[in-house]
């Protein structure tokens, strides 16, 4: 079972940009769908962007024009570039498959304000 570990999260300020990461332990080549999520403070997790590896992506409303999902399979990495980062942003991201498989990593924090 592949596992995801994140990174890249920390504190910004409104406006800014962070860049996460996301290394799986083995090949993601087969897992057709990657994923971004986040949890927010008190809410539930959820799947804010995606990479089909037809190259395809699909954003949710709330990060349309601010972030970017790319993924590379022969590193086995996914990565998110956040700009126009926003408090609302803030949040402990993860990247998993779409739909989520085997466990979670410990996710990164990211922390947006002023």
């Known amino acids: 079972q592949v596992q995801f570990v994140e990174s890249g999260g920390g504190w910004v300020q409104p406006g800014g940009s962070l860049r996460l990461s996301c290394q799986a332990s083995?090949?993601?080549?087969?897992?057709?769908?990657i994923g971004w999520y986040r949890e927010p403070p008190g809410k539930q997790r959820e799947l804010i962007a995606l990479f089909r590896n037809d190259q395809s992506t699909g954003l949710a409303d709330s990060i349309k024009g601010r972030f970017t999902i790319s993924r590379d399979n022969s590193k086995n990495t996914a990565s998110l570039q956040m700009n126009s980062l926003k408090p609302e942003d803030t949040a402990v991201y993860y990247c998993?498959?779409?739909?989520?498989?085997?466990?979670w990593g410990q996710g990164t924090q990211v922390t947006v304000s002023s």
């Open positions: 083995g090949s993601i080549s087969n897992i057709h769908v």
């Open positions: 998993n498959g779409v739909p989520a498989r085997g466990g």
